[in-house]
């Protein structure tokens, strides 16, 4: 159970707060439409596109 070990070290070196478990808070590069945070630009992006973008949905 690998997954359930990250979550509960998250949740000891995080802020404490139920929402920001498993959110990384420590990135230089701040998502623009949520308070995530991301180690690079290229991260920052790619979440971006997938939680954000509202043509992601659409075929290209
Ligand atoms: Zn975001």
Do not use: Y
């Amino acid at each position: 159970m690998p997954e359930s070990m990250e979550i509960s070290d998250a949740a000891k070196s995080g802020d404490g707060s139920v929402n920001n478990v498993g959110i990384k808070m420590t990135g230089k590069f701040k998502c623009p439409d949520c308070s995530q945070k991301f180690d690079s630009v290229k991260a920052k992006e790619l979440h971006w596109k997938f939680i954000h973008d509202p043509t992601r949905h659409q075929e290209d």
